[in-house]
């Protein structure tokens, strides 16, 4: 059962555009959430993080929103660069856990 | 270096055989995870250490994995009797404390790339 899900395996944008990834989750209780950032050939980076008490986060270029009714939160990327091509996955912590529930994942391709 | 390595990058082994993955965590970090990525997939959990203890272990597919860290450093996954269907990235994550800001602070490795053929 994948409790994150991320149901777009792709999206391309031109550069200086805004990119906007999707991340479903069925499991009411997450009280927090990340995105992970992925190049080829190397481990998964933290990028940015919510907490369930907000709706909203923002660094930089980079803003997380969380409408927890829909289970549903999305990372937003603006303006978008040719360098954030990579692979982002959304996560949870497994309730009461430590470790992290991962999404499949979403190829974003940025062209110049 | 600084962060998680892993080794060896690539492994390719013949089914039957056993393999032993290494994780050399960030100096320091109490915390030390097991994942897998198969093709197409999520990062799965498989074994999590706090410290030589492995109070969560409820990732490991079958009793053919097993995992062990020494020192409260460096971790061992071994895989017993390899499957085709274990053929995968493995990756290691540390993280400095248990605590709620341990989420924003697990640090992964490269990852092993097995093949079983």
């Known amino acids: 059962d994948q409790q994150v899900k991320q149901n777009s395996p792709s999206l391309s944008v031109q550069e200086g555009r805004i990119s906007i990834l999707n991340c479903d989750y069925t499991?009411?209780?997450?009280?927090?959430f990340l995105w992970y950032k992925k190049y080829p050939a190397e481990g998964p980076t933290f990028l940015i993080s919510?907490?369930?008490?907000?709706d909203k986060n923002e660094d930089g270029r980079f803003t997380v929103f969380l409408n927890k009714s829909a289970k549903h939160l999305s990372l937003h990327i603006v303006p978008s660069q040719p360098g954030d091509s990579a692979v982002y996955f959304c996560?949870?912590?497994?309730?009461?856990?430590?470790?992290?529930?991962f999404g499949s994942g979403t190829r974003l391709q940025v062209q110049p | 270096g600084a962060g998680v390595s892993q080794s060896p990058s690539n492994k390719v082994t013949e089914k039957g055989k056993d393999v032993e993955l290494r994780c050399d965590p960030i100096?320091?970090?109490?915390?030390l995870y097991w994942y897998r990525q198969s093709l197409g997939q999520g990062l799965e959990f498989l074994i999590y250490?706090?410290?030589?203890?492995?109070?969560?272990k409820s990732g490991l597919p079958s009793d053919r994995f097993s995992a062990e860290r020494t020192g409260g450093s460096v971790s061992t996954l071994t895989i017993q009797r390899t499957q085709q269907e274990d053929s995968a990235v493995y990756l290691c994550?540390?993280?400095?404390?248990?605590?709620?800001?341990?989420?924003?602070?697990?640090?992964f490795g490269p990852g092993t790339r097995l093949t079983v053929l």
């Open positions: 994550a540390s993280s400095p404390t248990s605590g709620a800001s341990s989420y924003n602070e697990q640090f």
């Open positions: 499991n009411s209780m997450f009280d927090y």
């Open positions: 919510i907490s369930s008490i907000k």
């Open positions: 996560a949870a912590p497994y309730t009461g856990r430590r470790a992290l529930t």
């Open positions: 100096s320091g970090h109490t915390a």
């Open positions: 250490f706090q410290g030589n203890s492995a109070p969560d």
